[in-house]
């Protein structure tokens, strides 16, 4: 299951990385926030932690763009998780 999640993920965030002003991004962003919900689920902060640091690196490695800002979109579902 996490895989899926991963790519996903991966798939939303470079979009949105991508297309700031796109008609659809309140939509993806929630869709972020129910990925870090079913993982903090599944595995707590620190599958957050291990799943966003994996995009993170993905992410700057393939494109070259920072995906740190789009951590904020997980901060509420958990209190250890503060950016």
Excluded: H
């Excluded at 620190?46 to 966003?52: I, K, R």
């Excluded at 993170?56 to 494109?63: T, W």
């Amino acid at each position: 299951m996490d895989a899926y999640l991963e790519e996903e993920l991966y798939d939303i965030l470079i979009y949105c990385i991508q297309n700031p002003d796109a008609s659809d991004f309140e939509a993806k962003k929630q869709r972020v926030s129910t990925i870090g919900k079913e993982l903090f689920a599944d595995g707590g902060t620190d599958a957050m932690e291990n799943m966003f640091y994996s995009i993170e690196f993905r992410i700057k490695e393939e494109i070259g763009k920072e995906a740190k800002p789009y951590r904020s979109w997980w901060n509420g579902i958990s209190n250890e998780w503060k950016y």
